[in-house]
């Protein structure tokens, strides 16, 4: 049997001639059913062209009948057994260099083991060497079988993993095989650790120093079972783990070929991080409450408790705090490291010490308390896990797994009225305006300030006096201020600057208090104090402020030279006729001014003194916007825009004769400080005003409004003509359109005038709201006549009635669109005729019954009154006698 590389050496030595040697892939080749094959074969020391041919041949036995595969230059070479895998790419030749291809069987299948050949046609002037060459391929089933052991889905950090995977395959013929683990996490995957081909273990870059310090360690089991135990798991270790297992060949020249692999999911590993159990509580001793009171020279005394789920794995390293500051710390090894600018300092604070009481029990101990030791304490975990530890025999590397901070516990001293004296002196005078300025208040003689106790500072300004009055009663305000607690509090006015860094208050050691103006302003100049104040620790626990003292004032003050502007507007096109573009340009020269922003408004008026319109605005941070009197049809034919670092553009396409008059540039100069968000205005101007005139030559137009009748009844159809003619150089029909409007007062030669309907150039019909019950429409019969009609008239329809047109042609000098002079035509009266008798008929009938009916109902009326209230009015008249003869009786 013929394996490896055949090569035939010639043995031409006279006159120096080459020999061919054809050479493939070392064998015999092993592979796997189901998986793809390669054999490279390449031809050197040859002759003829560069580029060679080759044709590949197997034979399933050794001696056997050759059967040809494939070739790279005869596509009907392929045995008729092959040449359906040949057609659809499962047998295939690639060509990598001109001397050099490969055969690729793309799923191998037990029928193609056996003997392959390599032959390339002979190209030489001298046969001479090898033109071919022999490698067996073995074929053998796909027995590879991994299988997995789930991993428990959930795993306290600190605790130990066991990853355990079983790889086993048939060995019938000399395979090796390798496992390796990897953790995935989202849509990476991270290699773990590779055991094998060939005995050894390869670890993944990011897992190679827990290998090392024994923190990952692999353990060969039986049959084919390994386990990869990850000792101290960390919230790094999360994630899906998986199993993969290769079978591997070992070819002649020491080359390893991966031949099958099988990858298999364990499961997900969450890991329990030990913030979630972790708790620190801080207390005294003596009481259960949140606040101490201790006297000046006794001993404060307060305990730190520490409780976690995996604590006996935990190093805990703790530390105390007063007011956030470290006061003494015990490491994970047990040393206590008391803060050297804390215990026994200058300040008078007492002597610290730690010791540990219990699982998780730390006792703080201060000796000697004073005035500075009182303030908010709390002690700090943070809590470490050993990687590589004593069971993995690693280095004892350790990472923090949590840090936790108590809540404080208040301690209180006694206080103690302070002193002290303050000078309020200038660092930096401003000369100019933007220059900055700062004061220093120094505070000195420090006496008596107790324990806890701090210094807070307030800046207060007041203006300066109006000149030449001696006026001095305008009330001062605060700018900024300090307190107690190292608050930092803005005045009103101030906080803007404040919050932009543009003002800034500092505290220099000793006890020295900046106020510095980055960019002093104007309104900057004027009188400066300082105030000082003491806070000490009350009963409560709060500080309060017990004493303040004010500085002499500071007076910041400079000559102040007033910036000014110059525009000057300069035209850059010239506009003789309608529907060309008018350009100006206006260039800005300052004084007294260095960096500025700039805003300009482009204004027109149609002669001296016609009102001012607004056309353009750009703002100092470059926002452009129309102005109100621009046309909004007319908006894409206005450019401004910013030509220079203080010159500005202006265009106008398309002028029409209503865009006549003076046009001119209105710029105001902004200043705005380094870092600030509000532009301040420094100074204004006007420019020089250019006029905008010219003549159209185009055509002339005249109106004229006529009706067929002047009187109409009640609910008819009024109409009402207006015509337009063009005289000149009329334009084609379809270069010419008008705008007109219809308008109507109530009294003959009335001046003011009521809008009814209007119709644009473009046909658009617009009604204007009115207080008849009458509707309007206009028709438009052809170019130049337009018909008004009022459906349903009513009286209030009656009175003058006269139409306004604008024409538009299309300039033919410019090709662009041109507004003619506004026409407008004579006024006819139109009469809505009252039809007295039609009108007069119902209410006639009903005056006439409601009479009637009155008359018949009085005369009723009045018989009824007669019968019933007048028949008793008769009576015989009593005689005199009878009132004689009662009396008489």
């Given at each position: 049997m013929l394996c490896g590389l055949a090569v035939v050496w010639g043995a031409f030595l006279l006159g120096g001639v080459s020999s061919r040697v054809v050479t493939v892939s070392p064998g015999p080749l092993i592979r796997v059913e189901g998986q793809p094959v390669s054999i490279r074969c390449d031809v050197s020391e040859y002759g003829g062209p560069r580029e060679q041919d080759f044709e590949w041949m197997m034979s399933r036995e050794a001696g056997g009948q050759r059967m040809k595969i494939i070739s790279t230059f005869d596509a009907g070479y392929s045995h008729p057994s092959l040449s359906k895998r040949v057609a659809s790419g499962d047998i295939s030749v690639q060509r990598l260099r001109d001397n050099e291809v490969e055969l690729k069987v793309a799923e191998a299948t037990a029928q193609d083991a056996g003997f392959y050949w390599c032959q390339t046609p002979s190209t030489d002037s001298v046969i001479s060497g090898n033109y071919e060459a022999q490698v067996q391929l073995t074929v053998i089933p796909n027995s590879l079988q991994v299988a997995p052991q789930a991993p428990p889905p959930v795993v306290p950090e600190g605790s130990d993993l066991t990853l355990t995977c079983s790889v086993t395959?048939?060995?019938?013929?000399?395979?090796?095989?390798?496992?390796?683990?990897?953790?995935?996490?989202?849509?990476?995957?991270?290699?773990?650790?590779?055991?094998?081909?060939?005995?050894?273990?390869?670890?993944?870059?990011?897992?190679?120093?827990?290998?090392?310090?024994?923190?990952?360690?692999l353990v060969p089991g039986r049959n084919g079972v390994f386990d990869l135990v990850i000792y101290r798991v960390t919230s790094s270790d999360e994630g899906v783990y998986e199993c993969n297992g290769t079978e591997w060949t070992h070819e002649r020249g020491g080359r390893w070929v991966r031949i099958v692999q099988s990858t298999k999911e364990m499961g997900t590993v969450s890991v329990t991080p030990t913030g979630r159990s972790l708790s620190v509580?801080?207390?005294?001793?003596?009481?259960?409450?949140?606040?101490?009171?201790?006297?000046?020279?006794?001993?404060l005394t307060l305990l730190c408790s520490v409780a976690a789920d995996n604590l006996p794995v935990l190093a805990l390293e703790v530390t105390w705090l007063a007011d956030g500051r470290d006061i003494i710390t015990m490491e994970r090894s047990g040393v206590v490291a008391p803060n050297a600018s804390w215990s026994g300092g200058p300040g008078g604070r007492g002597q610290a010490s730690l010791e540990?009481?219990?699982?998780?029990?730390?006792?703080?101990?201060?000796?000697?308390?004073?005035?500075?030791?009182?303030?908010?304490?709390?002690?700090?975990?943070?809590?470490?896990?050993?990687?590589?530890?004593?069971?993995?025999?690693?280095?004892?590397?350790?990472?923090?797994?949590?840090?936790?901070?108590?809540?404080?516990?208040?301690?209180k001293v006694a206080q103690i009225q302070p002193n002290f004296t303050l000078t309020l002196e200038p660092i930096t005078t401003p000369q100019a305006t933007a220059e900055p300025t700062e004061l220093a208040c120094h505070v000195t003689n420090i006496t008596r300030?107790?324990?806890?106790?701090?210094?807070?500072?307030?800046?207060?300004?007041?203006?300066?006096?109006?000149?030449?009055?001696?006026?001095?009663?305008?009330?001062?305000?605060?700018?900024?201020?300090?307190?107690?607690?190292?608050?930092?509090?803005?005045?009103?006015?101030?906080?803007?600057?404040?919050?932009?860094?543009?003002?800034?208050?500092?505290?220099?050691?000793?006890?020295?208090?900046?106020?510095?103006?980055?960019?002093?302003q104007e309104v900057d100049m004027g009188r400066y104090v300082c105030v000082v104040s003491a806070w000490?620790?009350?009963?409560?626990?709060?500080?309060?402020?017990?004493?303040?003292?004010?500085?002499?004032?500071?007076?910041?003050?400079?000559?102040?030279?007033?910036?000014?502007?110059?525009?000057?507007?300069?035209?850059?096109?010239?506009?003789?006729?309608?529907?060309?573009?008018?350009?100006?340009?206006?260039?800005?020269?300052?004084?007294?001014?260095?960096?500025?922003?700039?805003?300009v408004l482009v204004q027109s008026q149609d002669g001296v003194e016609g009102s001012v319109r607004t056309i353009m605005t750009l703002s100092p941070d470059g926002v452009l916007q129309p102005g109100g009197a621009t046309d909004p049809s007319r908006r894409d034919n206005l450019v401004l825009t910013k030509s220079g670092p203080a010159e500005f553009r202006f265009r106008l396409g398309g002028v029409q004769l209503g865009d006549r008059g003076f046009y001119w540039c209105d710029i105001t100069a902004w200043t705005r400080p380094t870092g600030g968000h509000t532009?301040?205005?420094?100074?204004?101007?006007?420019?020089?005003?250019?006029?905008?005139?010219?003549?159209?030559?185009?055509?002339?137009?005249?109106?004229?409004?006529?009706?067929?009748?002047?009187?109409?009844?009640?609910?008819?159809?009024?109409?009402?003509?207006?015509?337009?003619?063009?005289?000149?150089?009329?334009?084609?029909?379809?270069?010419?359109?008008?705008?007109?409007?219809?308008?109507?007062?109530?009294?003959?030669?009335?001046?003011?005038?009521?809008?009814?309907?209007?119709?644009?150039?473009?046909?658009?019909?617009?009604?204007?709201?009115?207080?008849?019950?009458?509707?309007?429409?206009?028709?438009?019969?052809?170019?130049?006549?337009?018909?008004?009609?009022?459906?349903?008239?009513?009286?209030?329809?009656?009175?003058?009635?006269?139409?306004?047109?604008?024409?538009?042609?299309?300039?033919?000098?410019?090709?662009?669109?041109?507004?003619?002079?506004?026409?407008?035509?004579?006024?006819?009266?139109?009469?809505?005729?009252?039809?007295?008798?039609?009108?007069?008929q119902l209410p006639l009938l009903y005056g006439v019954s409601a009479s009637i009916g009155v008359g018949l109902f009085s005369l009723v009326l009045g018989l009824v009154c007669a019968q019933c209230c007048c028949r008793n009015l008769a009576h015989t008249p009593r005689s005199r006698n009878k009132l004689m003869d009662l009396e008489m009786d």
């Amino acid at each position: 049997m013929l394996c490896g590389l055949a090569v035939v050496w010639g043995a031409f030595l006279l006159g120096g001639v080459s020999s061919r040697v054809v050479t493939v892939s070392p064998g015999p080749l092993i592979r796997v059913e189901g998986q793809p094959v390669s054999i490279r074969c390449d031809v050197s020391e040859y002759g003829g062209p560069r580029e060679q041919d080759f044709e590949w041949m197997m034979s399933r036995e050794a001696g056997g009948q050759r059967m040809k595969i494939i070739s790279t230059f005869d596509a009907g070479y392929s045995h008729p057994s092959l040449s359906k895998r040949v057609a659809s790419g499962d047998i295939s030749v690639q060509r990598l260099r001109d001397n050099e291809v490969e055969l690729k069987v793309a799923e191998a299948t037990a029928q193609d083991a056996g003997f392959y050949w390599c032959q390339t046609p002979s190209t030489d002037s001298v046969i001479s060497g090898n033109y071919e060459a022999q490698v067996q391929l073995t074929v053998i089933p796909n027995s590879l079988q991994v299988a997995p052991q789930a991993p428990p889905p959930v795993v306290p950090e600190g605790s130990d993993l066991t990853l355990t995977c079983s790889v086993t395959r048939e060995l019938v013929h000399p395979t090796y095989l390798s496992v390796t683990w990897s953790l995935k996490r989202g849509a990476t995957s991270e290699e773990v650790l590779t055991f094998g081909p060939q005995g050894d273990v390869t670890v993944g870059p990011k897992f190679a120093r827990r290998y090392a310090d024994g923190s990952i360690r692999l353990v060969p089991g039986r049959n084919g079972v390994f386990d990869l135990v990850i000792y101290r798991v960390t919230s790094s270790d999360e994630g899906v783990y998986e199993c993969n297992g290769t079978e591997w060949t070992h070819e002649r020249g020491g080359r390893w070929v991966r031949i099958v692999q099988s990858t298999k999911e364990m499961g997900t590993v969450s890991v329990t991080p030990t913030g979630r159990s972790l708790s620190v509580k801080a207390s005294s001793s003596s009481s259960s409450s949140s606040a101490l009171l201790v006297a000046p020279g006794n001993t404060l005394t307060l305990l730190c408790s520490v409780a976690a789920d995996n604590l006996p794995v935990l190093a805990l390293e703790v530390t105390w705090l007063a007011d956030g500051r470290d006061i003494i710390t015990m490491e994970r090894s047990g040393v206590v490291a008391p803060n050297a600018s804390w215990s026994g300092g200058p300040g008078g604070r007492g002597q610290a010490s730690l010791e540990r009481t219990g699982a998780g029990e730390y006792r703080l101990g201060v000796r000697g308390v004073a005035g500075e030791d009182g303030g908010a304490y709390a002690c700090r975990v943070r809590a470490f896990i050993e990687k590589g530890g004593r069971s993995a025999g690693g280095g004892g590397r350790w990472h923090m797994a949590a840090e936790k901070t108590s809540s404080p516990v208040t301690v209180k001293v006694a206080q103690i009225q302070p002193n002290f004296t303050l000078t309020l002196e200038p660092i930096t005078t401003p000369q100019a305006t933007a220059e900055p300025t700062e004061l220093a208040c120094h505070v000195t003689n420090i006496t008596r300030l107790p324990p806890g106790g701090h210094l807070g500072v307030s800046w207060g300004y007041s203006p300066l006096p109006a000149a030449g009055t001696g006026d001095d009663r305008h009330t001062s305000h605060t700018v900024a201020s300090l307190d107690g607690r190292g608050n930092l509090l803005a005045g009103a006015e101030y906080a803007d600057r404040l919050g932009s860094g543009v003002l800034s208050l500092t505290r220099v050691p000793p006890d020295t208090f900046k106020l510095r103006f980055l960019h002093t302003q104007e309104v900057d100049m004027g009188r400066y104090v300082c105030v000082v104040s003491a806070w000490t620790p009350s009963s409560g626990g709060d500080l309060v402020k017990t004493t303040e003292l004010q500085s002499p004032p500071q007076t910041v003050q400079w000559q102040v030279k007033r910036p000014s502007l110059n525009v000057l507007a300069t035209p850059l096109r010239d506009t003789p006729v309608g529907g060309a573009t008018f350009e100006m340009s206006c260039s800005v020269d300052t004084e007294n001014l260095e960096e500025a922003g700039y805003s300009v408004l482009v204004q027109s008026q149609d002669g001296v003194e016609g009102s001012v319109r607004t056309i353009m605005t750009l703002s100092p941070d470059g926002v452009l916007q129309p102005g109100g009197a621009t046309d909004p049809s007319r908006r894409d034919n206005l450019v401004l825009t910013k030509s220079g670092p203080a010159e500005f553009r202006f265009r106008l396409g398309g002028v029409q004769l209503g865009d006549r008059g003076f046009y001119w540039c209105d710029i105001t100069a902004w200043t705005r400080p380094t870092g600030g968000h509000t532009w301040t205005r420094a100074a204004g101007a006007e420019s020089n005003k250019l006029r905008l005139h010219f003549q159209e030559n185009g055509p002339a137009f005249s109106i004229a409004i006529q009706s067929d009748t002047s009187s109409v009844y009640p609910h008819e159809t009024a109409k009402m003509e207006c015509s337009l003619s063009a005289s000149g150089s009329p334009p084609k029909t379809g270069d010419l359109a008008y705008e007109v409007r219809w308008f109507f007062t109530r009294l003959r030669g009335g001046q003011t005038t009521t809008p009814v309907a209007s119709i644009d150039r473009f046909g658009v019909l617009r009604k204007e709201s009115r207080n008849s019950s009458s509707d309007v429409s206009i028709e438009r019969h052809d170019t130049h006549t337009y018909v008004l009609n009022i459906h349903g008239t009513r009286d209030s329809d009656s009175g003058e009635y006269h139409c306004v047109a604008t024409p538009w042609y299309l300039s033919a000098s410019t090709g662009a669109w041109t507004q003619a002079e506004e026409l407008t035509s004579s006024r006819i009266f139109l009469t809505v005729r009252f039809a007295v008798w039609e009108s007069l008929q119902l209410p006639l009938l009903y005056g006439v019954s409601a009479s009637i009916g009155v008359g018949l109902f009085s005369l009723v009326l009045g018989l009824v009154c007669a019968q019933c209230c007048c028949r008793n009015l008769a009576h015989t008249p009593r005689s005199r006698n009878k009132l004689m003869d009662l009396e008489m009786d």
